[in-house]
């Protein structure tokens, strides 16, 4: 009875030891989610002309234009806004899956797949993104200045100077595909 008892104790240990794990795999989650919903990637057109702000999983936060922007053609603007966008979205990917990596422990070795996906379409090495992100800092938003009305030349097209800011949207009931993913990478790690 006592190799029993000795067995019904070690897997009352081992079932204790995964409480703990997954624990601690859920308070990893709500601190990787607090960081990934500040990220924010800043890129600046090779002119200096566009600056475009992107968030998690892409989403454009501002996009910014100079002076100069407004004397291009409406098809080198068009084609400066466009390349500015890649590159933030690009950038705003790779900070996202550095997090979700850092979170990890880089077992999913998402980073690697981002960057080596993101290699192939810009035609670029995977070891210059490599050095980028390492280079990356979180970019800070600056404070907006008070411009005249008629000067736009530093005025978001994406947001109101004067609007107060809109509240977040409330969570929605069924988890969002993100949500789905980390649940079943933890329920295929119990198995």
Known sequence: MSAEFEQLVAQFERFQSRLRKVDDQLANLGEMRSEIAELEATATSDDRSVTVVAGPGGA?????????????????????????????????????????????????????????????????????????????????????????????????????????PRPAPPPSPGGSAGDEFLKNLFDEEDR
């Open 60 to 164: 454009i936060k501002d996009v910014r234009f100079t002076e100069k922007a407004l004397a291009q053609t409406p098809q080198a603007l068009s084609s400066a806004v466009v390349f500015t966008i890649q590159q933030a979205v690009a950038e705003a990917a790779r900070r996202q899956a550095a997090i979700v990596d850092g979170h990890f422990g880089g077992d999913m070795h998402l980073t690697d797949q981002v960057v080596e996906t993101q290699a192939e379409l810009f035609g670029t090495s995977p070891e210059e993104l490599r050095e980028r992100l390492a280079e990356e800092r979180p970019a800070r938003r600056p404070a907006r200045e008070e411009h005249p009305d008629d000067d736009y030349s530093q005025r978001s097209v994406l947001t109101d100077d004067d609007a107060p």
